[in-house]
């Protein structure tokens, strides 16, 4: 799976967009980005995934880059509740046997 | 929604004693379930891949006659830390693949292991 650097922390004003981004210089073509975040003392909760065309859901929206080397996680309405740390992962849906290789992740921290 | 469900979400025991952890699929069968330990302040690390009517695959450094995993059904996986010492005492996460090609990992609540 290709590697991937996140900012360690950030600061979110409550009602705010929160905007995470993620490099994955090294993403290869049949590689997707995968993001799932993780509140305290809870398992990680899957956000939102795509390959190369900008996706939006419930949650969130993904913006990647037309070279597909870094994305953009937002959360357009930033609540207290989404103070948790944010994974970015970069991998192929599909390999050695389907895991996730989770990075340090950015902490938000979302304030009122 | 796929939904994973881990149970104990806590459990303390003494030094010395085996636990059980379980993970359940609940309304999809699971050939293959991970189960991941967190430390404190750290992230998430691969234990081992869970393989159901074949042997477990694990993680460089994770003693697999210590953390013995059980895939016995398409909707169950168990881990069992035996003759647990307080250096085990982590959060302990499972987690399975959806169906279809790019469906994203389930991950279970945790169980956080505390031994004392």
Redesign the interface.
């Given at each position: 799976d290709a590697k991937t650097t996140q900012p360690p922390s950030m600061d979110c004003a409550e009602g705010r967009a929160a905007n995470l981004p993620c490099n994955h210089s090294t993403i290869s073509g049949n590689e997707y980005v995968y993001w799932y975040r993780q509140i305290h003392s809870q398992g990680p909760q899957y956000i939102i995934h795509g390959l190369k065309n900008n996706e939006t859901n419930e949650m969130a929206s993904l913006i990647i880059t037309e070279d597909r080397k870094s994305s953009t996680l937002i959360l357009p309405h930033a609540t207290l509740r989404d103070t948790a740390v944010y994974y970015c992962i970069v991998r192929i849906p599909y390999n050695a046997g389907n895991m996730l290789t989770f990075g340090g992740g950015t902490r938000l921290m979302v304030k009122p | 929604g796929a939904v994973?469900s881990?149970h104990p979400s806590r459990v303390i025991c003494k030094s010395g004693t085996s636990v059980k952890i379980e993970c359940r699929s609940l309304d999809f069968q699971a050939t293959?379930m991970?189960w991941?330990r967190q430390f404190p302040k750290q992230?998430?690390?691969?234990m081992a891949?869970s393989n159901e009517g074949s042997k477990a695959?694990y993680e460089q450094g994770v003693e697999k006659d210590k953390f013995l995993i059980n895939h016995a059904s398409l909707t169950l996986s168990t881990l069992t830390v035996t003759s647990a010492h307080p250096e085990d005492s982590s959060?302990y996460?499972c987690?399975a693949?959806g169906s279809s090609?790019?469906?994203?990992?389930?991950?279970?609540?945790?169980t956080?292991l505390t031994v004392t």
């Open positions: - | 994973v881990q293959t991970f991941y992230s998430l690390m691969l891949t695959t959060f996460i987690s693949p090609y790019n469906s994203p990992l389930h991950f279970g609540n945790g956080r």
